[in-house]
């Protein structure tokens, strides 16, 4: 199988000149077809360039969303939806041309319902303007991907984060959405109970499309109290398999662990540059607890008996929000951190995810395969749910680097693929995982997502050429 980025096509769709005028006609100054605002929108954080949209429109409202769909749906032209622009596969690129739609200027938290632990906001909401707004009321939002993404792209991708381990994924957080169909139709899907059996569950269905499926422009989601008690702690191991361990052996313990990441040593390496530490440059788990002062005691005591079974040992901890805070900061800039070790570098990220007993022989195997090649990379990971990002650093302007940093990475995807894992935990297939869904569902189940598709969306309008080839 080729790699896959080598199979990909850009075959835009030219928009009706009689479509731009009626977008310029009802946005004004929120219509742009601004070369920097194109490029601006035409790009994320993957290593895939292409061509950027021939208009961007900033939408305000349900109402701007749909008039926009009812005029592409009318003329065939795509609409790629937009948040913050921080997808790392490729799925903001306009592969077939058309209407950038950013949903950035929805940013309103609409309900807070503090009683019953849940909140409805606009899909331009990001999760630090949200957690920042219900603080006040000791309530926080606990998923937490690397970059401050808007709300509605975390949905649309099935995103997760750090606090997975214990609080789950956006899969299980979405209550419910407010959707725009490919034809312009307003819907709501779910309700904030807890609990539905009333038909097909449409709001599974759109958490994960990404966006070709609909626009969703409203999420409700589970919110939760803030901890009583709160402490993160560093532990240094002598080799990556060690870390993995002792992972394995506090989730099989049944020890309720909120956070705990590893980084090897060159992430190390990297955050120690970037952000000013001064950590020990070796594997290293980052880990916090949540709940009562006695309770984090306890989990924290035990986590460290654990650890040293395993030569863990150079516990550092950090009770204080300062401290904690320049922790996780640190563990969030861990991509940027590493990208700048290879100035002029770009990223080819890995997001394989295995049952945790299977997580040791999955990172090891990695590690050999990259080590004989010789090419750069870091590996962080939220082993706590079988995880790990091996990020491969690669020259733009060496095409045998990509190439084997694509070869690498398939390689890891058939080795997940085989110890019964997934190509993507939380990226998302987009358009850099293509290659690997097949593998992954099967040929039976990917002709059932086609054809789900091209029963909401049959002008192939929304976000073509993601998930599937068009």
């Given at each position: 199988m080729n790699a896959p980025?080598?199979?990909?096509?850009?075959?835009?769709?030219?928009?009706?000149?009689?479509?731009l005028e009626a977008l310029k006609a009802r946005f004004g100054e929120r219509c742009s077809t601004a070369l920097a605002v194109r490029?601006?929108?035409?790009?994320?954080?993957?290593p895939i360039d292409a061509p950027p949209p021939e208009a961007v429109v900033f939408a305000e409202s349900n109402e701007d969303v749909a008039f926009v769909l009812k005029l592409a749906h009318a003329h065939a032209v795509p609409v790629i939806p937009y948040g913050v622009g921080s997808s790392l596969e490729g799925h903001l690129l306009a592969v077939q041309g058309g209407v950038s739609l950013d949903v950035s200027r929805m940013n309103k938290i609409l309900r807070v319902n503090a009683e019953d632990l849940t909140v409805t906001v606009q899909a331009g909401v990001t999760r630090n303007q949200l957690n920042n707004e219900i603080r006040h009321s000791g309530l926080f939002f606990p998923i937490d991907p690397g970059a401050d993404a808007s709300l509605g792209g975390m949905a649309a991708t099935r995103a997760s984060g750090t606090n997975a381990v214990r609080y789950g994924t956006m899969r299980e957080n979405v209550l419910g959405l407010t959707v725009v169909t490919a034809a312009g139709d307003v819907i709501q899907t779910g309700t904030r109970?807890?609990?539905?059996?009333?038909?097909?569950?449409?709001?599974?269905?759109?958490?994960?499309?990404?966006?070709?499926?609909?626009?969703?422009?409203e999420v409700s989601l589970r919110i939760y109290p803030l901890p009583e008690a709160v402490s993160a702690a560093v532990c240094f191991f002598p080799t990556i398999d060690a870390a993995v361990q002792t992972t394995i052996q506090i989730i099989q313990m049944g020890v309720p662990i909120a956070r705990c990441e590893l980084l090897d040593p060159h992430a190390v390496r990297a955050v120690n540059k970037h952000d000013k530490l001064t950590l020990r440059e070796a594997p290293m788990l980052l880990m916090e607890f949540h709940g009562s002062p006695a309770g984090v005691a306890e989990q924290a005591q035990t986590v460290q008996e654990i650890a040293r079974e395993f030569g863990g040992e150079d516990f550092e901890w950090a009770t204080t929000p300062e401290a904690r805070t320049k922790l996780w900061t640190a563990r969030h800039h861990a991509y940027l951190s590493a990208l700048q070790t290879r100035p002029g570098c770009r990223c080819v990220t890995t997001d394989t995810c295995v049952p945790i007993s299977r997580l040791a022989e999955s990172i090891n195997e990695s590690v050999a395969e990259v080590e004989a090649e010789g090419l750069p990379y870091f590996i962080v990971g939220h082993v706590g749910d079988g995880n790990f990002h091996l990020g491969y650093l690669i020259d733009p302007n060496i095409p045998e680097e990509r190439d084997t940093a694509e070869r690498l990475?398939?390689?890891?995807?058939?080795?997940?693929?085989?110890?019964?894992?997934?190509?993507?935990?939380?990226?998302?297939?987009?358009?850099?995982?293509?290659?690997?869904?097949?593998?992954e569902a099967g040929v039976g189940a990917v002709a059932l997502m086609r054809q789900l598709k091209a029963a909401l969306d049959p002008q192939n309008i929304m976000n073509p050429g993601k998930i599937f080839s068009a």
């Open positions: 980025y080598t199979s990909l096509q850009f075959a835009p769709r030219a928009m009706p000149a009689v479509m490029e601006q929108h035409g790009r994320d954080e993957s109970a807890r609990k539905s059996s009333a038909g097909y569950d449409l709001t599974r269905l759109f958490v994960g499309s990404e966006g070709t499926l609909g626009v969703m422009t990475s398939h390689q890891m995807v058939q080795r997940a693929l085989r110890l019964e894992g997934t190509c993507t935990g939380e990226h998302g297939i987009g358009l850099h995982k293509m290659g690997f869904l097949v593998e």
